[in-house]
């Protein structure tokens, strides 16, 4: 099996290397004969211990990738449409010539390197959905966290924002969540209900959150929290407001002090 590096340009955006026909063939040119047969006897030796992964290698698919020791089979023109980084990767087959050896057979499919199967199948359920009973659905933090890496290393900006809304449904501490909006520069209005949420704590914050948080949203949580504490007054007078006046007040204090955010621009959906 050949596996394709990628070239120095390339790898700027994509550091776990995948291989690129350009210098398969040039390495398969520098060979003698002899070597180039050893090395087709080798692949097919190694290609035997391959597996097809039992959901998405597509019938329909038309460019083959390996991850791990499992084969995969996609759409070609789906992964162009949401990934740029495919798109210089793996240019289209030229119409009326011979297919491209790397990436469209099992022989010789297009390696991800540092990329584990269970992620990428991850990736795959929102990029490649599938009905609920053959792919389970992404329901943990981690899973999810997992898609956003991988899509922001393939610059996959709408499988991104579908990562996004499934971890917003998800039960997050306000600190951790504000931590992965940050990292992954994630739409920050959704983080009203998190900066609310720490705004009515009663708990100090520590350390360690204000490391997560950063100086610059530490400075306007404090300054939330301290502004929130003036309007309700001393404990005994917060514990005398419902639920939904707490809420109410605590929104209105965080709109005012997050409430210039930066402009979205909405992605049409996958």
Not at 43 to 67: C, D, F, M
Not at 165 to 180: G, N, T, V, W, Y
Not at 225 to 254: M, P, T
Request: proline share 7%.
């Amino acid at each position: 099996m050949t596996v394709v590096v990628v070239n120095n340009l390339t790898a700027a955006y994509l550091p776990s290397s995948v291989t690129t026909p350009m210098e398969h063939r040039e390495k398969d040119q520098a060979r003698p004969p002899k070597q180039l047969q050893e090395t087709t006897t080798s692949a097919s030796s190694k290609t035997a211990k391959l597996k097809r992964h039992r959901h998405y290698y597509l019938p329909e698919g038309n460019v083959v990738i390996q991850v791990e020791n499992t084969l995969f089979r996609l759409s070609l023109s789906a992964l162009h449409e949401n990934s740029q980084i495919f798109k210089m990767a793996v240019p289209p087959p030229p119409e009326g010539k011979v297919v491209p050896v790397v990436g469209f057979n099992d022989r010789r499919p297009l390696v991800l390197r540092e990329i584990t199967e269970v992620d990428f199948v991850r990736l795959l359920a929102i990029l490649f959905p599938l009905p609920a009973n053959e792919v389970k659905k992404l329901k943990s933090v981690d899973a999810l966290l997992s898609v956003l890496k991988l899509a922001t290393k393939f610059q996959m900006e709408r499988v991104c924002h579908a990562a996004m809304l499934q971890l917003h449904e998800l039960p997050i501490d306000p600190i951790r969540k504000i931590a992965i909006w940050e990292e992954f520069h994630l739409d920050l209005d959704l983080l009203l209900p998190a900066y609310a949420t720490l705004c009515q704590r009663s708990e100090p914050l520590t350390l360690s959150m204000t490391m997560s948080l950063g100086i610059r949203n530490f400075t306007k949580v404090a300054a939330s929290r301290d502004l929130y504490r003036q309007r309700v007054g001393c404990c005994r007078c917060r514990e005398s407001l419902s639920q939904e006046e707490s809420q109410k007040i605590a929104n209105e204090i965080v709109f005012e002090i997050f409430g210039k955010r930066q402009e979205i621009v909405e992605l049409p959906p996958l």
